[in-house]
């Protein structure tokens, strides 16, 4: 199967340093929407994982994160594609748990949702971590300069990842 895993602030949608708190303030970055169409209307699964302390932070609930991922799903369905499993991390940086980037936790229940390996799979993200947690299982880092990704960019990724504009260059690349 064809597996695709998206960080979600910074690459589907803006980021903002004051973390995303509610639906308004939810904005697709252009042209990220109809990536994820065409790439599931080519076969593709997208999937998405997505640290959001801003929950443990007492930012927003968790009702306000799951309308924000309706929208994404709405938007995309109205292209004719589909968004696969969305995985978040609710926890703060201080709680250890083993699902926040860097650990890689949410891409393997990702893997076992799908029943497929990490081994190559391309991660999509903006932020270190992401791309940390690509490498931490084997899964193939690739950093969009959308979002935080020109900041991640200048302190310096591995040789091995990949660099693209922003999400719609990707889904050129893979159609
Ligand atoms: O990029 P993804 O994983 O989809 O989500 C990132 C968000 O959860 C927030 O993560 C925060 O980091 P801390 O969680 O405070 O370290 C900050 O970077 C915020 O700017 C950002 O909006
Ligand atoms: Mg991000
Ligand atoms: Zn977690």
Redesign the pocket.
């Known amino acids: 199967m064809k597996l695709l895993i998206l ?6 949608n803006h ?6 708190k509610s639906l308004e303030e939810w904005i697709p970055i252009p042209g990220s929407i109809e990536a994820i169409a065409q790439l599931s209307k080519a076969g593709w699964t997208v999937a ?7 929950i443990a ?1 007492g930012y927003y609930p968790l009702e306000t994160l799951e309308a924000m991922h309706a929208r994404l799903r709405a938007l995309v369905a109205e292209q004719g594609g589909e968004v696969g499993l969305i995985v ?2 609710p926890h ?2 201080d709680e250890g748990c083993d699902c ?2 860097p650990k890689p936790g949410m891409l393997r229940t990702i893997a076992e949702h799908y029943q497929v390996p990490l081994t190559g799979v391309w991660f999509v ?3 270190k ?2 791309l940390e947690a690509a490498l931490a299982v084997d899964a193939q880092p690739v950093l969009v300069k959308t ?2 990704g020109e900041r991640t960019l200048e302190k310096g990724v591995a040789k091995t990842t990949l660099i693209f504009d922003d999400l719609a260059a990707i889904a050129r690349e893979l159609i």
């Open positions: 960080d979600r602030d910074g690459v589907i980021d903002s340093d004051a973390y995303i998405v994982a997505t640290n959001q302390s801003g932070r978040h991390c703060g940086p926040r980037k993200g903006d932020s971590g992401d979002g935080k």
